[in-house]
């Protein structure tokens, strides 16, 4: 089975300033997907970035990169110029690929993000 | 477009009481999941359809859960004689297909079970 974990229950940083999630995963597949998934006070879960586990390019999305280092099951999301709407709670997410019924999502505990002034 | 809905946003039921959360996908997503999460933690898969097959239910937590998706679109999660430890956020998101497409999630319902 897959697990994911999250070490950092909570994190602050100052507006503008750059902050990085950690996150590891423990597998045997080969093929996955990961995902950070950001969830506001309002409970919606929005996707922030992903990555699938066959390229070795690390995947970026404006303020938002991820560090992935496959052979440490190594995911850390890195936010930068980080805003006030930013503030939310942080959850990486794991996901098989091709297989057959397994598209299900393994999450990790969450990181809570506190941007301030 | 519109998005995952469900409803009701929140339910506050007495123990021994059974319990209906309902969630309708985006149009034409064929795969719905349904995930719990508890206070504090991250979310737990509970159930996932896709299309006309069998559904995975490798993660509901005891008999008393059960889940049905009527037409392919609209799904019912339900839970029978609820206890405490089922109070959570209770959260169905869908996506296209089971590929490596993104699962859009609804804004979940709040379970209390007193």
Partial sequence: ?117 | GAGVSQSPSNKVTEKGKDVELRCDPISGHTALYWYRQSLGQGLEFLIYFQGNSAPDKSGLPSDRFSAERTGGSVSTLTIQRTQQEDSAVYLCASSKQRGNNEQFFGPGTRLTVL
């Fill in chain 1, 1 to 117: 089975a897959q697990t994911v974990t999250q070490s950092q229950p909570e994190m602050s940083v100052q507006e503008a300033e750059t902050v990085t999630l950690s996150c590891t995963y423990d597998t045997s597949e080969n093929n996955y997907y990961l995902f950070w998934y950001k969830q506001p006070p309002s409970r919606q879960m929005i996707l922030v970035i992903r990555q699938e586990a066959y390229k070795q390019q690390n995947a970026t999305e404006n303020r938002f990169s991820v560090n992935f280092q496959k052979a440490a099951k190594s995911f850390s999301l890195k936010i930068s110029d980080s805003q006030l709407g930013d503030t939310a709670m942080y959850f990486c997410a794991f996901r098989e690929g091709n297989t057959g019924t397994a598209s299900k999502l393994t999450f990790g505990t969450g990181t809570r993000l506190q941007v301030t002034l």
